[in-house]
Nanobody, 126 residues
Framework: QVQLVESGGGLVQAGDSLRLSCAAS????????MGWFRQAPGKEREFVSA????????FYADSVKGRFTISRDNAKNTVYLQMNSLKPEDTAVYYC???????????????????WGQGTEVTVSS
């Protein structure tokens, strides 16, 4: 089972940028679909973005489209989430997720992913 460790969270002001990283263990990283989810206090975990095995296909929630960019470096076993023009409503704990069996129709569902990181907190002040 792949193990995931997120980093890069922090406290920023509205309009600032952050880049989250998710480092994965294991030699089969390139076979995993990778996703980013977030969970704000009192709310359910929600889909943010996902990327296919080779990085050729990316998917975004409408709320972050045009502001966030997901990418991966399979040589470094790492997936990134570049977050620009941050808003207070982006405040949440951000989780990295991985699964080799995710299909496109289900990649926005947390239940489609079996491996999760511990999360990294992002706070955006107004």
């Amino acid at each position: 089972q792949v193990q995931l460790v997120e980093s890069g969270g922090g406290l920023v002001q509205a309009g600032d940028s952050l880049r989250l990283s998710c480092a994965a263990s294991g030699h089969t990283f390139s076979s995993y679909v990778m996703g980013w989810f977030r969970q704000a206090p009192g709310k359910e975990r929600e889909f943010v973005s996902a990327i296919s095995w080779g990085g050729g296909y990316t998917f975004y929630a409408d709320s972050v489209k045009g502001r966030f960019t997901i990418s991966r470096d399979n040589a470094k076993n790492t997936v990134y989430l570049q977050m620009n023009s941050l808003k207070p409503e982006d405040t949440a704990v951000y989780y990295c997720a991985a699964d080799a069996g995710v299909i496109q129709s289900s990649l926005r569902r947390p239940s489609a992913y079996r491996a999760w990181g511990q999360g990294t907190e992002v706070t955006v002040s107004s």
